[in-house]
């Protein structure tokens, strides 16, 4: 354990020099024994971090005569441009196309770069399905007994000890469990909101906040958004006389990556609080973070308790088990009692093998394990998409989740070009998805939480040539 933190460590540090350019493209790194002397650590231990830095791209090797700066560690295409919703623009929520991406799901010969969610090969399903069998057998009542609404102590007193970010200050009874983190937002926002109230989110949007919006007979005000920094503040406060929530993604947004700094975070709950609007916060990403420690989530900075958190397994460790949960501050109570009309209690099972995942280690060496690949297959699609997606298209840089956002030539429209990508085996998530305006026609996301091997590769070339040879 303490090997495999050291030499991260030490490939960290390499990493930081060469994205500040310290090192730069064609530098040759010091030798594996001057690094073991710098950092006073075995030669493995140093062959470990060169190795760890090569998976990324980042560096490469040659013969007899040492490694050196990657051509492919430094970004060739521009961020995407900074979102400016037309607020006025008139409404049309992309139903049909979103119901389009989930019909390709029953082909199992179209590659999925749509999909929002990890592949199998990347979860711990052989250790899971022995933790059910464990708990399986010495659950009480076989598992018959019905839960409290509030959900299962033992899930919730691991998700208080796992929040560390929250510094103590989170309990086992200020958390509530969920089927899935979709039913928390929907809790949440059925908590603060009646219908014809408005909500505000950024932009572009998770689609499926904007249907929840629909169904609850919701307005929803799309809020200027940078592709590093999250959500502009300024433009919020712009319009929150007019806004009775806000639900935002301030850890790795889908379909963004966008990371609210700290600063940002606490200006917006100051300001949320003094006008005494609610925010729900979906933390779901936030463990899968690249850089050396999780981001704090907005919940850190709630002091008036109006601040519910979100968060949930579907993304980061088993999607079909459908556990959620909220810290919903002030609203908790009203929560409890909407979940006990909905569901009354959730099935103690896979609570218990969540709750058994967390307390004995699997959750955390899974998480580890995890995020190095998110970083490798990151790196991994911004070197194959600047070699092969028109010289013009720009690219988000996220710094955890697994989701890339694209901003093609606004000559392609990747609402009418996914029909053809379908027949060419290739499936991605158009942009027009994750607004309800008619924006974002040229961009796209692409899941990069799958098994990368030469033919995910070869099929990500072929996305490329394919916009290509559609420009042409």
């Known amino acids: 354990m303490e090997k495999e933190v050291l030499y991260l460590k030490v490939a960290r540090i390499i990493e930081e020099q060469i994205f500040s350019e310290t090192l730069r493209i064609g530098d040759k790194l010091p030798s594996l024994r001057s690094i073991q002397k710098l950092h006073n650590i075995s030669l ?70 749509s999909l929002g969610i990890p592949d ?20 009480e009542g076989s598992g018959m007994t019905i839960e409290p609404a509030q959900g299962n102590i033992n899930l919730r007193r691991n998700i208080a000890k796992w929040a560390l970010l929250f510094e103590g200050k989170l309990s086992e009874d200020d958390v509530v469990i969920t089927p899935g983190t979709m039913s928390a937002i929907f809790n949440c926002l059925m908590a603060v909101t009646m219908r014809g109230d408005t909500i505000g989110v950024e932009s572009p949007v998770y689609f499926g906040i904007l249907q929840l919006a629909k169904s609850m007979g919701l307005n929803v005000i799309e809020l200027p958004t ?31 990556g966008s990371l609210m700094p700290d600063d940002n ?30 981001p704090k989530a907005c919940k850190v900075f709630d002091e008036a308790g109006i601040v519910m958190w979100c968060g949930g397994v579907s993304k980061v460790l088993a999607p079909g088990y459908r556990v959620g949960w909220v810290a919903p501050g002030k609203f908790k109570n009203k929560i409890i009692s909407q979940k006990l009309l909905q569901t009354v209690s959730m099935p103690t099972l896979y609570q218990e093998v969540i709750a058994d995942f967390m307390e004995f280690g699997g959750y955390d060496h899974h998480l580890r394990k995890f995020r190095q690949t998110l970083h490798t297959n990151c790196l991994k699609y911004q070197r194959t998409i600047e070699e092969h997606f028109p010289p013009n ?16 030539d ?17 499936s991605f998530a158009p942009g027009r998805m994750f607004t309800q305006h008619n924006q974002f026609n040229n961009c796209m996301r692409l899941n990069f ?19 290509k040879k559609v420009l042409c």
Not at 410 to 426: G, H, P, S, V, W
Request: proline content about 4%; some cysteine; charged content about 25%.
């Open 120 to 139: 199998n090969s990347l979860l711990p399903i052989a250790k899971l399905n022995k933790s059910v069998i464990k708990i399986a057998r010495n659950l």
């Open 410 to 426: 606004k000559r392609l429209d990747t609402n009418e070009l996914f029909d053809l990508a379908i027949k060419q085996k290739l």
């Open 449 to 467: 939480a799958l098994h990368w091997d030469d033919n995910l590769e070869h099929d990500l070339r072929r996305l490329g040539e394919f916009f």
């Open 226 to 256: 940078h592709p590093v920094l999250g959500v502009d503040i300024e433009a919020l406060k712009k319009v929150i006389h007019k806004i009775n929530a806000v639900c935002f993604v301030s850890n790795f947004n889908n379909p963004m």
């Open 393 to 408: 298209t720009k690219i988000s840089q996220p710094q955890g989740g697994f989701f890339l956002w694209l901003e093609l």
């Open 265 to 294: 975070k606490r200006m917006l709950v100051e300001m949320l609080t003094y006008y005494n609007v609610p925010m729900i916060e979906d933390d779901l990403f936030g463990n899968l973070y690249f850089g050396e420690s999780r």
């Open 44 to 113: 493995n231990t140093a062959k470990q971090a060169f190795l760890e830095l090569e998976s990324k791209s980042l560096i490469d090797s040659r013969p007899r005569s040492g490694y050196y700066v990657s051509k492919t560690s430094q970004r060739k295409f521009a961020l995407p441009s900074i979102s400016q919703p037309d607020i006025l623009g008139k409404e049309k929520n992309p139903d049909g196309l979103i119901n389009k991406i989930y019909d390709t799901l029953n082909y199992k010969d179209i590659r999925q770069f």
